[in-house]
């Protein structure tokens, strides 16, 4: 197990490598020069030569990728220009603040996809599954920044229920009921379509797995129908259902940049939808290199799970 | 066009697809007539007017923060969307679909380096790309539409990719190669039709999220720019007056909603309508126990009887109608005896012993009529309760392929203990005690470890053993094994055989046997019953039944038996003219080597290198037939691999017809094809499931043999005459015809371009002992009207004496021994061929 982990890890260096050079590239290649911005109208072309030389923008891309690296990995991602505060400080608050919400959006759809999969493979055709199945399509069809719209209106202007955005209350906010009551509308519209997906696929799996001939040689055994379902074939269900979770914790991350949009939410989308809207190009550097990086090391926490589920992959 | 109409036709019989489809063509049409309809101009402002109400004057569905028509700017607003949405689509499914066919198709270091690229674009959470690219290109429609394409390439590459890397793999993809057709041909003709149902299905997944991601962007103020407007920036716009006039952001989302709703409805029935598997109607989740629906019950006590089944009729409920699989079976099992049920593939026989336990996966199975006796109860009448008391306990079932049949993420002691406490009130710790005393009894070497074990760390016969081990767990009375030994190789097979007999004799078991193999069933059985189409058409002591076969049915089935030592049997001289061994040599084989190197990952275990086949040396005289036998893993399909050149050895030379292959290989597919042909295990594997058989005859014809439509059209007919075929079923697909057929077509295309070497590897081990002798005839009729030198390789030794001339034993890599067909049978001289033909069961003399 624990070679196995290393492996994993030593797999991801490529995976990070051609990450970074991605996020360095779609930065340096931005057309437009930083020069010619910064100086404004005193960009003459001495200023503009002294400004790029400052800039390290006269080296080739190979160079400056290469102390770009250097500075990342020292924790520099560099100053935000429109906050004038360091990029690393911006990006960590913001991203705990999606971390929150993604992370409960996430558990939210994975918890009610497992569910709504399993009843609804149980009753197949049965008047549960026509629900499931009905709920499913509508939520892997739904615009989630419409649905938090409509969901404000409703539950927040409408019935007063909840808040209607932020994450904390101005005044006399701060502590965990307060979060959770801010927290419900956002996570509860991330996981809309997660769910849908989840559900969608523990449904197929666990149909698919109830066909194969291993729970036949289970029935035959005389186990109870409880225990065929769900020890046998659930378990042999959740080792496809389990990477999918993970690739949804991708689309999760990405929903929120709708979600923290639409409520408010102190975020590192919303973040990263300001700064591509000012030009800050250090703040989008550093907040989509922050978030890719924590994406990967996600999936291969997904990936060591799925192998202490199933003993046949290979090391 | 009619293959597509066809489609359309099973897309819309899902009643939901018929509607989302209706969905999407109206709102389709609407946004396609814009520009025709009497809509207001989207874009004319009219400050006095801001915000009004739907239904008002002059403004149906109200206006905007700018006063604009709704409904104007909603139907310009779906057009736009509509066409980008589809256009990214398009755009995906082009390049990452060409990235995952040439990645799948090309392998090796240009998938690896294609892949390394797509996972690297997967690294980022989806969304993110797109925004990171839009903050490289700016805002904007195009740049939005650019990014979602980027972003969705990943998704068709990898599933592009799977499906392209399985199928070339795939057998007809060799037989294409041999066929004469170079890799680009094969890759858009052969291969890319099994992949374009993969990048429809995707491509109708992903277009939904496309429309919605666009939208997304735009919503964001990334996408279209004003006064540009899809239906994001509509709702983006809208959302500023969200409290006042919650219609102006309202409407937009729900028109996306719609739209990607419609797209899902769709593509979920294509998705229906292209998966095979899906075809025959939705796969019903199979019920505890086999439905019963019998008129009535049966009164007859068992009498003496263990297991009486009297009048069984099981039938399959398809979407064309009931079909009947077992009619009117009636079957008794003393206690302690031992009852074969022989019979090919179709008879019934599968279906008769899992119904007996109620074990037929229903639906679509159902028990229509007939009584199962067990003791005293009426298994048919049983509660499911009841039943699941005698599963496993007093009834024990050992199936056929202990790979799928065991739990593959389940350690097989805990299997096997579950089993005990399914029925015993004993704890873990005394189960898993009993568990270890079962493996010790069918003989598992090291049976604590082994109990440890997951199922695919085990061999073959292993893993049966640990079956047979699970089925004596709570002391049965009865044993159904159903063809417990047809996945094992013949000297695993005879030990399992024998372990049976003796825990038999031990337990005072009965067990009812089902085999396809007379000489197994000779072996084990006291009685047997022999069935044909669902009926049981024989049946009596075995020895007798198989001595003095009284139907003709069964007749037919034992002379078409191949028997060891009997070489003529199947053959009739008359058939094949005496050995006309031609005066040169067909092909020489010379110190043939093949290792597969060593894998090594930096950490964790690696594979160490795998030698399939060590210094082999052959000679095959033209017109001669040579049999090779071997069992799994002695290399004999590496070396016929090798000798068409689908596999390149290590060291060694071949020399076919007295040219080097290496020679053949370098002028091009065309010589090496002429030279020599092969004939695959699996006939329908072989053939390409979405071509005609026409294809698949004219490939040859064409590439090898450079005939034109005409000449071809003439020569096809005349190979499917000497195959015993109607030409008229030229344009039919794989699937409408048998195994045997089947095979039939895959000899006529190996002799189509008139190779005169033809390998033929376990060519007849797929196919029913009678239409084996009908093809084993039909061989020896072609090889003498053609003057054809076979390279026949089976595991059956009296397959391969029944056809070959002169036969090498294989073993390990290496040719253990060689010599003549009747020789080699009679003397053998290497402990290993003595040990192979003593494990081989036979008829009684």
């Not at chain 1, 599954?129 to 927040?156: C, E, H, Q, R």
């Not at chain 1, 809309?192 to 194969?212: E, K």
């Not at chain 2, 607003?77 to 066409?83: N, P």
């Not at chain 2, 061999?459 to 159903?482: F, K, T, W, Y």
């Amino acid at each position: 197990m624990a070679s196995y982990i290393l492996g994993r890890i030593l797999a991801l260096v490529p995976v990070l490598f051609g990450l970074s050079v991605i996020v360095f590239l779609i930065m340096a290649l931005i057309p437009g020069d930083p020069a010619t911005a910064i100086l404004g109208p005193y960009a003459t072309p001495e200023n503009v030569a002294r400004i790029n030389h400052d800039l390290g923008l006269d080296r080739s891309l190979p160079v400056r990728y290469a102390t770009w690296l250097g500075h990342v990995l020292a924790g520099d991602l560099g100053r935000s220009s429109s906050l004038n505060r360091p990029v690393l400080d911006e990006v960590a608050e913001r991203f705990s603040a999606t971390l929150v919400l993604a992370g409960a959006a996430l558990v939210l759809a994975s918890i009610l996809g497992l569910l709504a999969g399993i009843v609804s493979a149980v009753r197949q055709f049965g008047l549960a599954d026509k629900l499931v199945t009905l709920a499913v399509l509508i939520g892997i069809s739904m615009p989630t920044f419409w649905l938090g719209l409509l969901l404000i209106l409703a539950f927040a202007v409408r019935l007063r229920l909840l808040p209607v955005s932020g994450m904390f209350s101005i005044y006399g906010g701060g502590d965990l009921p307060d979060l959770l009551r801010h927290l419900a509308l956002p996570a509860a519209t991330l996981a809309v379509v997660a769910a849908g997906v989840i559900a969608r696929l523990t449904r197929s799996a666990m149909l698919d797995v109830l066909r194969q001939d291993f729970v036949r040689t289970a029935r035959a055994k005389g186990l109870t129908e409880r225990r065929v379902v769900f020890g046998h074939a659930l378990r042999a269900a959740l080792v496809t259902v389990i990477p999918v979770i993970g690739i949804q914790a991708g689309f999760v991350l990405g929903g929120a940049v709708y979600i923290e949009t639409v409520f408010q939410w102190p975020g590192i989308g919303r973040m990263l939808v300001n700064a591509i809207a000012t030009r800050d190009v250090l703040l989008v550097q550093g907040g989509v290199l922050v978030v890719a990086t924590s994406y990967v090391l996600f999936n291969l926490l997904a990936d060591v799970l799925q192998r202490l589920l199933d003993p046949r992959i290979a090391p | 066009m009619s293959s597509v109409l066809a489609l359309l036709r099973r897309v819309t019989r899902n009643r939901l697809a018929a509607l989302g489809l209706v969905l999407l063509a109206l709102i389709v049409m609407v946004a396609a007539a814009a520009p025709l309809l009497p809509l207001a101009d989207p874009n004319a402002t009219a400050p006095a007017r801001r915000l009004l109400p739907p239904f008002s004057a002059g403004a149906w569905l109200g206006t905007d923060t700018l006063g604009r028509d709704l409904l104007a700017r909603l139907v310009w607003g779906t057009r736009l969307s509509l066409a980008v949405g589809i256009a990214a689509s398009a755009l995906a499914a082009l390049v990452g679909s060409a990235i995952g066919l040439v990645a799948g198709y090309a392998g090796g270091r240009a998938d690896s380096l294609l892949m390394r690229g797509v996972d690297v674009l997967m690294a980022f959470p989806y969304l993110l790309l797109a925004l990171a690219i839009v903050a490289a290109l700016g805002p904007g429609l195009l740049n939005a539409l650019y990014a979602v394409v980027v972003a969705n390439i990943p998704f068709f590459a990898r599933n592009v990719r799977g499906v392209t890397a399985g199928l070339r793999h795939r057998e007809f993809v060799d037989a294409a190669r041999l066929s004469g057709m170079g890799g680009p041909r094969i890759l858009l003709t052969e291969v890319l039709p099994n992949v374009l149902p993969v990048i429809v299905i995707t491509a109708s997944t992903t277009v939904g999220w496309m429309i919605l991601e666009t939208a997304g962007l735009s919503f964001l103020g990334l996408g279209s720019q004003p006064p540009q407007a899809d239906l994001g920036s509509m709702l983006g716009e809208g959302r500023k007056a969200l409290i006042t006039a919650p219609h102006v952001a309202a409407l937009p989302g729900l028109v996306v909603f719609l739209i990607v709703m419609s797209m899902n409805l769709i593509g979920d029935g294509l998705r229906d309508a292209l998966d095979p598997r899906l075809r025959s109607g939705l796969p019903a989740r199979p019920s505890a126990a086999t439905r019963v629906e019998r008129h009535v019950g049966d009164a007859h006590p068992a009498d003496g009887a263990l297991l009486a089944v009297s009048n069984l009729r099981t039938a399959f409920e398809t979407e064309t109608g009931v079909v009947d699989a077992v009619k009117g079976v009636s079957l008794r099992v003393a206690p302690g005896e031992c009852l074969g049920i022989i019979g090919e593939s179709g008879s019934g026989k599968s279906v008769t012993a899992l119904s007996i336990a109620r074990l037929v996966a229903s639906p679509p199975g159902v028990v229509r009529d007939g009584a199962v006796r067990f003791g005293s109860d009426d298994l048919l009448a049983l509660p499911v309760g009841a039943l699941r008391r005698l599963r496993g306990g007093r009834i024990a079932y050992v199936f056929q392929d202990p790979l799928t049949t065991l739990h593959p993420l389940m350690r097989v002691g805990t299997q096997v203990m579950e089993a005990i406490r399914a029925h015993q009130p004993v704890s873990a710790a005394e189960a898993w005690r009993r568990t270890v005393d079962l493996f010790a009894a069918v003989r598992l070497p090291d049976p604590a470890g082994i109990a440890q074990a997951y199922p695919h760390e085990l061999s073959g016969g292993q893993r049966q053993r640990v079956s047979i081990a699970m089925a004596l767990a709570n002391d049965p009375e009865l044993i159904v094994a159903d063809e417990p030994t047809t996945a094992l190789d013949v000297t695993v097979q005879a030990e399992v055989l024998d372990l049976l007999i003796e825990l038999r004799r031990q337990r005072n078991l009965a067990i009812l046997f089902i085999s396809h193999d007379f000489g197994v069933i000779a072996r084990m059985c006291d009685r047997v019953a022999v069935m044909h189409r669902g009926a049981v058409v024989e049946e009596g002591d075995a020895r007798a039944v198989l001595a003095n076969p009284r139907h003709d049915y069964t007749r037919r089935l034992l002379a078409a038996v191949p028997v060891l030592g009997q070489p003529r049997r199947l053959i009739p001289a008359a058939a094949t003219v005496p050995a006309t061994t031609g005066p040169g040599l067909a092909v020489e084989v010379r110190d043939l080597s093949k290792t597969y190197p060593a894998r090594r990952s930096l950490f964790g275990r690696s594979r160490p290198a795998v030698r399939a086949l060590a210094s082999v040396s052959l000679r095959v005289a033209s017109g001669e037939t040579l049999g090779i036998v071997g069992e799994s893993g002695c290399g004999k399909s590496t070396l016929a691999r090798c000798l068409v050149g689908l596999t390149r050895p290590t060291s060694g030379t071949i020399q076919l017809e007295g040219q080097p292959i290496a020679e053949l290989a370098a002028a091009g597919p065309k010589a090496l094809g002429r030279t020599v042909q092969y004939v695959f295990q699996d006939p329908l594997s072989s053939l390409n499931p979405r071509k005609t058989i026409r294809n698949a005859l004219a490939a040859p014809l064409r590439f090898l043999a450079g005939l034109d439509a005409g000449a071809r059209e003439t020569r096809m007919v005349e190979l499917m005459r000497s195959v015993d075929l109607d030409p008229a079923v030229l344009d039919r697909y794989p699937h409408e015809f048998s195994g045997g057929q089947a095979q039939r077509i895959a000899i006529a295309r190996a002799l189509a371009a008139g190779a005169r070497i033809i390998v033929l590897d376990e060519a007849v081990s797929a196919l029913d002992v009678s239409v084996q002798a009908q093809v084993l005839r039909l061989l020896a009729e072609l090889k003498a009207r053609h003057g054809l030198t076979y390279l026949f390789i089976s595991h059956d030794l009296a397959v391969v004496q029944a056809i070959a001339d002169r036969i090498v034993v294989m073993a390990a890599g290496a040719i253990v021994e060689e010599g003549l067909s009747e020789r080699l049978f009679a003397a053998p001289r290497h402990p290993y061929t003595r040990g192979l033909i003593d494990a081989v069961p036979t008829l009684p003399p």
